[in-house]
């Protein structure tokens, strides 16, 4: 239990049946809470709303109320987000929505209360409904092809902000994923954008706050996530592969100090810090995945030793605390849960990275949890459910989430062409192709789906090298200016040459990383 959380005069229950039960035989609705530990807004509204006693008095007698940690438990938040956190949702004992907000003051709380109750009165557990996310149809398929890269791309130049770069008109997020996607399509656009961020957006100690609530970057909310910081280093070290530019090899630097700095517990990366500089140290399966695949890409880019060093602990906790066999639990503890598609997808993702980077031996991890996903998560659609469907509430229905599907097909790319087993393309290409029939509808926010699709589509850049990781044909290989490639070292050949692997077939071999550069460039 947080501080905050206990500072209130609610008798909060844990998530979980027993909760609904109660709910059930009491004849009462639920009161679900979905609360970050980062979150400002989550703390105020404890401090604020929930520790009056009157209305701690109310939630206590007309509701069962469940209090939900938005990280540890993603498949809960995914359900019963109201677009930020808190999120405040009151939901019939099975689970199904009756009326949600954000953050409610003390006045406003109790009309909501007082408006659910009548509600409830008048209509029972007819008063719910499942979210259109939920309730069943499929997603909107199509044959994958160039269209969808093409029509997220031409986003970025319609949704952008020209004045204060960015995209949006209102609150700016940094967008990595879009960042990264716009630097092959976009890249002035994505440069003065990274710039805005690197302006506005950096604290004094290298990470990086999550959002701006302005549109011109002002006002930042001074909170810092894992997940921000990594996919931004990712990011930041991009833009110094194609650019050359020292200011975003330094932006990325600083991130690495600020994980390895003060995120880093001594075995992982903690999950957050508060505005006040509190940390939550719990070590999530995703974010320390998604931390360790960036290390390694700045590492790839600059010969970082640290950053190496630090990818190389973050993957041996991962595989010692977190990954066992085709099990991946989301964070440390028996009451984790498991299975979960963002976990899995991001494993895949690290180890397929360090495959290319640090040693081959790294593709059987990330062949076992892919191949367990594919059976477990992938289902006729071809999209990718978020878990395992069992559980209180609305956990039982099937929720297929853009965005992790998208990463976990983005990843099988890289296998099919690490591994040459076609059906981790077969099933990258189902997994986007479920989506494809909404392309023309599709924003900015979801270029990590266009990258995919991308890489699907048409093959990626795949340079083999027939020597031992490190050498430095293998580093030339690395360096080539294109961060969607794919590297595979030590492959079959003669030792010390390296070649591109087209649709048409393998290129002409080559033994230097000057011819290297050449081939590349002479097959654009």
């Given at each position: ?10 008798e ?18 639920v009161?679900?809470?979905?609360a ?108 994958v ?74 006002d ?39 994980l390895?700095?003060?995120l ?22 995703d ?6 695949e ?69 593709l ?82 979801v ?34 200016a294109?961060h ?41």
């Amino acid at each position: 239990m947080s501080e905050s959380e206990d500072g209130t005069r609610v008798e909060w229950r844990e998530w979980g049946p027993e909760a609904f039960a109660e709910a059930s035989e009491r004849d009462v609705p639920v009161l679900v809470a979905v609360a970050a530990e980062w979150s400002e807004s989550c703390r105020a509204m404890d401090e604020r709303t929930y520790a009056e006693p009157r209305i701690a008095a109310n939630v206590n007698d007309d509701f069962v109320p469940v209090r939900v940690d938005a990280d540890r438990r993603p498949r809960v938040r995914e359900r019963y987000n109201m677009g930020g956190f808190p999120s405040t949702v009151f939901v019939t004992p099975e689970g199904e929505h009756i009326a949600g907000a954000t953050f409610l003051e003390p006045e406003g709380f109790r009309q909501v209360l007082q408006r659910v109750r009548e509600t409830w009165d008048e209509k029972g557990e007819d008063a719910g409904s499942v979210p259109r996310a939920l309730a069943g149809g499929e997603p909107p398929a199509a044959p994958v092809t160039g269209d969808v890269e093409r029509l997220v791309a031409g986003q970025l130049g319609d949704q952008y902000d020209e004045e204060h770069a960015g995209w949006g008109t209102s609150e700016k997020f940094p967008l990595p994923e879009t960042l990264s996607f716009a630097l092959k399509r976009d890249r002035e656009r994505a440069l003065r954008t990274l710039d805005a961020v690197r302006r506005h957006l950096a604290d004094d100690d290298g990470g990086f706050f999550r959002f701006a609530h302005a549109r011109d970057w002002s006002d930042p909310q001074a909170e810092k996530t894992l997940s921000v910081n990594a996919s931004l280093l990712a990011a930041f070290a991009h833009a110094y592969l194609h650019t050359g530019e020292d200011e975003y090899l330094d932006a990325a630097d600083g991130v690495v100090d600020y994980l390895t700095g003060t995120l880093w517990t001594g075995e992982a990366f903690a999950a957050s810090e508060t505005p006040d500089g509190r940390i939550d140290e719990t070590a999530y399966a995703d974010g320390n995945a998604l931390a360790a695949e960036a290390l390694l890409t700045l590492a790839s880019y600059t010969d970082d030793d640290r950053a190496r060093r630090y990818a190389e602990r973050t993957l041996d906790y991962l595989g010692e605390e977190l990954v066992d066999g085709a099990t991946v639990r989301h964070s440390a503890g028996e009451d984790a849960p498991t299975g979960l598609l963002a976990d899995r997808a991001r494993v895949v993702g690290a180890f397929a990275a360090a495959a290319q980077v640090l040693d081959p031996d790294y593709l059987d991890t990330a062949r076992t949890v892919a191949d367990a996903a594919i059976d477990d998560l992938q289902d006729a659609t071809g999209a990718f459910t978020d878990g395992p469907q069992t559980g209180a509430g609305l956990l039982d229905q099937p929720l297929r989430p853009v965005d992790d599907t998208a990463a976990m097909a983005d990843a099988l790319v890289d296998l099919h062409h690490l591994t040459g087993d076609d059906r981790y393309l077969d099933s990258a290409r189902d997994a986007v192709s479920a989506f494809a029939g909404a392309a023309e509808r599709m924003g900015v926010q979801v270029a990590g789906y266009a990258t995919a699709a991308a890489r699907v589509a048409d093959s990626p850049l795949v340079v083999r090298v027939a020597d031992d990781p490190g050498s430095d044909l293998h580093r030339a290989a690395l360096r080539m200016a294109d961060h969607e490639k794919v590297v595979a070292a030590d492959a079959d050949g003669d030792p010390g040459t390296a070649w591109l692997e087209t649709d048409e077939g393998a290129t002409d071999v080559v033994d230097s990383p000057a011819a290297l550069a050449e081939l590349v460039a002479d097959s654009r």
